[in-house]
């Protein structure tokens, strides 16, 4: 019954920032990973970044050093800190959320993930 929620979206200018949320319930996992996808119109989901229960976390070349994952246990929320935008992260972003093991790494690929939420819109203009 888990549930996520995304919130942040919007339209900025390039070199802008913006957060992204994801509000999460029914969450009851132990050892888990959550992580952020992107999806342009006519191209597959990627991975942006992932972040363990442990705080591990990955992010795509295209993104290092200018999006920060990070998440408030207490609250139960997921944060995407997207800094220096550009034109190509243009995107609908989804947050997604699973069990894991602490004898893996998080993956970066959507089949290894179980929920999803329903994405919030991204565009960055020139």
């Known amino acids: 019954q888990v549930q996520l929620v995304e919130s942040g979206g919007d339209s900025v200018q390039a070199g802008g920032s913006l957060r992204l949320s994801c509000a999460a319930s029914?969450?009851?996992?132990?050892?888990?990973?959550m992580g952020w996808f992107r999806q342009a119109p006519g191209k597959e989901r990627k991975g942006v970044a992932t972040i363990r229960s442990d705080s591990r976390t990955s992010y795509a070349d295209s993104v290092k050093g200018r999006f920060t994952i990070s998440q408030d246990k207490i609250k139960k929320v997921l944060y995407l800190q997207m800094n220096s935008l550009k034109s190509e992260d243009t995107a609908m972003y989804y947050c997604?959320?699973?069990?894991?093991?602490?004898?893996?790494?998080?993956?970066?690929?959507?089949?290894?993930?179980?929920?999803w939420g329903q994405g919030t819109q991204v565009t960055v203009s020139t």
């Open positions: 997604a959320a699973d069990r894991a093991s602490v004898h893996f790494a998080c993956a970066t690929s959507m089949r290894a993930y179980r929920n």
């Open positions: 029914g969450f009851t996992y132990g050892t888990y990973c």
